[in-house]
């Protein structure tokens, strides 16, 4: 384990750093230009915006103001934000040195983070399908056997990894892929109880969801899980990208394009949305997705998420029970060849992000920040930026963004996840052929 400074770990990652297999349409966005204009004003929120915080009784600093992150112009000039500040929010700068350790080198595209309740790490490696579990001092495990085999081509792959909140009695784990199937393939989630050892093995793998219909697409996964306090489990869905797939996000009898909303088991909650329409898959909790591939709860356990958005389209939304999160049919973005995809960024009975990206940061993973390392981060958004090459970080006020910060740009490191730590510090994977595994603290 290697524990440098920010300007020492620089050198140290642009090792292999630029080994990243040719991004997909959907993940490549924009070439990065930092030295590009700054846009419009039209993110920047005025004086009304003196609310109160989330904290009530706490003194609130007051509220950011200023420019921009700096970023290239938008792709979508034409249209115009919703409301103030939902997009190109002032930036805004984390006060406590950050200091980066390096536990661990050597994955191969690396995509998934989760927390066993001993602190060790299990690992996903997307394309060769295999789990680790790597130590706090960065030693790994060999590959975890008895996963079944995935459909590793473009985005799918072994995705997201989760520790079933009762592991210490049941010792099970959870986790997503790209399953290979009879016409194609499609997300699948499974179960397993993991036996711990030199040699760790799952067994009595169960799949407990299956995405339907099946498809034949290498793209648009989703693939993002999350537990709930009260004991459910949300998966984020894509629409696999190609028509067949993009024009179901509105269908209620598909889950592409969905968020779904499901038991431990796979059962469905007797509390979902659409259990009232016959035709609706029951699992479904939100519809009018592109590719969710970040997903996060708040400190109200309310379910945020970030969506890979088209050409100058990446969208954050606060996803809540039956809502209409508008793709195909509304966003503001563009086809990566630059024909337009919307009439209008917005319409009646369609849900509006809470912000957007134009130009996109192609968003991986996510985490809300509760922990007390760093007080100034509490309530946070904190994305990994694929494209952007970087740790996006939001100031959120009433559900409003109202702050962004571009962190560790220096590292020129795409970051695929992102999870908070059970000691508060910041855990996120590198993506690229040697993918690193780096811990946020202060200095
Ligand atoms: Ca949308």
């Known amino acids: 384990m290697r524990i440098l ?4 770990i620089v050198a ?15 993940d490549s966005g924009t070439s990065q230009q930092d030295s590009g204009v700054p846009g419009d004003d039209a993110g920047v929120p005025g004086d009304d915006a003196g609310v109160p915080g989330d904290d009530a009784g706490v003194p609130e600093d007051p509220l950011p103001s200023g420019p921009p992150v700096p970023q290239g112009p938008p792709n979508v000039p ?17 006060k406590t040195p950050i200091q980066v350790t390096e536990i661990a080198s050597g994955f191969r595209n690396p995509w998934a ?41 473009g985005q799918g792959g072994l995705l997201d990894v989760e520790v079933s909140p009762d592991y210490a009695e049941s010792q099970r784990i959870y986790w997503t892929y790209s399953e290979p199937r009879t016409g194609g393939n499609g997300l699948t989630v499974a179960r397993a109880r993991l036996v711990d050892g030199a040699q760790p093995r799952v067994e009595n793998v169960q799949i407990i969801f299956r995405m339907m219909p099946t498809l034949e697409s290498t793209l648009h996964s989703g693939g993002r899980m999350v537990f709930t306090p009260d004991g459910k489990l949300f998966v984020t869905l894509g629409e696999r990208s190609i028509l067949a797939g993009r024009v179901q996000a509105q269908d209620v009898k598909s889950h592409l394009g969905k968020v779904v909303r499901i038991n431990p088991d796979g059962t469905v ?9 016959p035709e609706a898959k029951p699992e479904i909790w939100s519809v009018g997705h592109r590719n969710v591939l970040s997903a996060a709860l708040d400190s109200q356990n309310r379910l945020w998420t970030v969506e890979m958005g088209p050409q100058g389209g990446d969208e954050v939304n606060l996803t809540e029970a039956g809502k209409d999160y508008g793709w195909p049919t509304i966003g503001y973005g563009e086809e990566y060849s630059g024909a337009p995809i919307h009439q209008s960024p917005q319409a009646p009975g369609m ?33 990994g930026g694929l494209a952007s090459q970087a740790l996006v970080r939001l100031m959120v006020r009433n559900d409003r963004v109202v702050g962004e910060e571009h962190l560790l740009k220096n590292l020129n490191a795409r970051i695929r996840e992102v ?6 510090a910041l855990y996120l994977l590198t993506d690229a052929t040697n993918g690193k595994l780096l811990k946020l603290t202060p200095q």
């Open 351 to 383: 849900e509006q992000p809470v912000y957007y990206w134009d130009p996109v940061i192609a968003p991986s993973g996510m985490t809300i920040y509760s922990g007390t390392l760093f007080p100034e981060w509490r309530n946070n958004l904190f994305i």
């Open 113 to 153: 983070i989760a927390f066993l309740p001993d602190q060790r790490m299990l690992v996903t490696e997307k394309a060769t399908g295999s789990l680790y579990i790597v130590t706090q001092q960065g030693a790994k495990s060999p590959a975890v056997s008895g996963l079944p085999a995935v459909d590793a081509r």
């Open 419 to 424: 999870v908070q730590g059970p000691e508060g």
């Open 78 to 94: 034409e249209f115009n934000p919703a409301f103030p500040g939902q997009t190109r929010a002032p930036a805004i700068q984390t």
């Open 269 to 277: 909650p007797q509390d979902n949305p659409y259990l009232g329409n």
């Open 12 to 26: 140290t990652l642009l090792v292999g750093c630029r080994e990243d297999p040719e991004p997909t349409p959907s």
């Open 5 to 8: 400074s920010m300007p020492l």
